[in-house]
């Protein structure tokens, strides 16, 4: 049962026409004080229609509203302020969560393929803290996708073409060693990568020379050929292997590689249709019209550029899953080359550019400074998930030293903390990264989440008393956790919509808070009628918490 959609319907039933019920819905508002109601309806719109004061509208209307179904209606000012009927919505909402528990925020909001492109590492770099977000969110946002009915395919498009290599092939043959690269082949690849960039400071002539063995690359030179494949596939193993300490698999590897071949089809189909034009020697799509920047398409030297590539797998994605949406979690720095990409689809007569979505994010920062390889300035991501379950495994021998699965739980934990703080964060916001603020166990972080979980774990383990959803609930110190439970799935359904991950992660934070605001003046386990009542909403809480952190990727250990 929607509780809010019953507050709408008893809204529209009493204003009529003059107001549609999605009119209504976004006007209708939850206080912050629960005094104030569960939901308020301020009645300033209805002015100008009614010519009447809105205190004297919302007086009006409040006589012509049914409040049978709630405990009571009753106006403040120019806000009309329903109180729900609070044993009914805690049968309800525990009743439902009991039912399905492995389903409850699962919603029909959507079906078809929805591939993701996210993470995107470049091949003989390290995976830093740099490639995190793209990651995660786009993990986040594959899950919440699954739980509102779509199929989404999570596809990495490894960065790994493009005049980089050249600079690599160069600096390996200059200063590389076959015997370092077999040993510890991203550490070594990125020292040389780096030294390319010192020297070329003061040795111009070292990018003309990268960009010549690239070239010889896009030929097919055999020498430079297996190099780069050499490169590619000591790194994926190395990618391979953090990806799954995140608990992260994907449906493609498929990177920017693998459309070499079918760029050609792009440059054609792009001067068939008159859009390719020269200027200053490369090839180009003017964009005017969409106040853009014309679209680089082809260098001068026939070397094909990003775009290119992107245009080429924008088309065999759809070919090939028949997407009803197609996400790019790709950083807010390349907001225009997006802008770009689905205006030249749009020029090219593919009107499913409009699914096409960039999902931008900001920036992690450490000390304020921007990461980065090519600088290195970087923080690899491998030795923080280390040290995060260090930090964990710390905390967990001080609370529960005899835990049995202490590494497996410190690992959750530990990973668990990055995850989350991540995704706390909303997407476009930079934030500066400390490790320790991470991984504590108080405050706004994801261990508090776990913690919380696994007390209420506890709680049900303690008594032989079996929870009933069914047994009233009156205790008005329940009321913030139950209305908390009976939110997830407008929770669920609002980060679908924004694609933000960072709703849920911040819902997961004010339900913990409510249950152990609730558990610190209440005692559960008191024999009384309505304990069944009340380890349901324990257990309600426990398989809310679990699912809002399986969401975002995060482990829920029962114990800690």
Sequence with gaps: MDFKQEVIKALHLA?????????????????????????????????????????????????????????????????????LDKVSFANTVLTTIAKEPLHYGDQQLGSGNVPIDMSSPNIAKPMSMGHLRS??????????????????????????????????????????????????????????????????ETQPELDEEARAVFKQLEDGDPEVHQLWSWFREESLKEFKRIYKELGIEFDSYKGEAFYNDKMDAVTDALEQKGLL??????????????????????????????????????????????????????????????????????????????????????????????????????????K???????????????????????????????????????????RLDNFDFNL???????????????????????????????PVAEVALTDPAAWPVLKALGDYPNVIARALREYEPSVIAKYALRLAKAFNQYYANVKVLVDDAELPARLAMVKAVSTVLTDALHTLGVGAPAEM
């Design 277 to 382: 034009k020269e200027s200053q020697g490369a090839e180009i799509v003017d964009l005017s019209k969409y106040d853009l920047n014309p679209a680089l398409i082809r260098k001068s030297d026939g070397a094909t550029l990003y775009m290119t590539r992107d245009l080429a797998a924008a088309i065999y994605r759809h070919d090939q899953y028949h997407f009803v949406q197609s996400l790019y979690v790709v950083g807010n720095e390349q907001r225009e080359h997006f802008q770009q990409l689905k205006a030249v689809l749009k020029e090219m007569g593919y009107d499913w550019a409009d699914d096409i979505h960039h999902i931008p994010f900001g920036l992690i920062t450490a000390n304020g400074k921007k990461l980065s390889t090519r600088k290195g300035n970087i923080i690899l991501l491998e």
């Design 436 to 466: 320790e603020e991470v991984v504590r166990f108080e405050g706004e972080t994801g261990p508090y989440v776990q913690y919380t979980n696994a007390r209420a774990n506890s709680i049900l383990k303690k008594t032989d008393q079996k």
């Design 15 to 83: 204003i009529g026409d003059t107001l549609t019920e999605a009119a209504i819905t976004k006007l209708v508002e939850t206080p912050k004080d629960d005094k104030m109601g569960d939901y308020a309806f301020p009645t300033f719109a209805l002015a100008k229609v009614f010519h009447q004061a809105p205190q004297q509208i919302a007086t009006t209307l409040a006589g012509k509203i049914d409040a049978t179904p709630f405990e009571k209606v009753e106006v403040k000012g120019a806000y009309i302020n329903f109180f």
């Design 135 to 200: 990651t995660v969110i786009g993990n986040a946002l594959a899950n919440i996708l699954t739980k509102t009915g779509y199929t989404p395919i999570k596809i990495n498009h490894l960065g790994d073409w493009g005049t980089q290599f050249g600079k690599l092939i160069v600096a390996y043959r200059k200063w590389g060693s076959e015997e370092d690269v077999k040993r510890d082949p991203i550490h070594y690849l990125v020292q040389y990568y780096v030294r390319f960039h010192k020297e070329a």
């Design 384 to 426: 923080v998930l280390k040290d995060a379950v260090v930090l964990a495994k710390k905390q967990i021998a001080e609370k529960h030293p005899d835990l049995e699965n202490a590494e497996q739980v410190a690992h959750e934990v530990g990973v668990g903390a990055v995850v989350f703080h991540d995704l706390k964060n909303e």
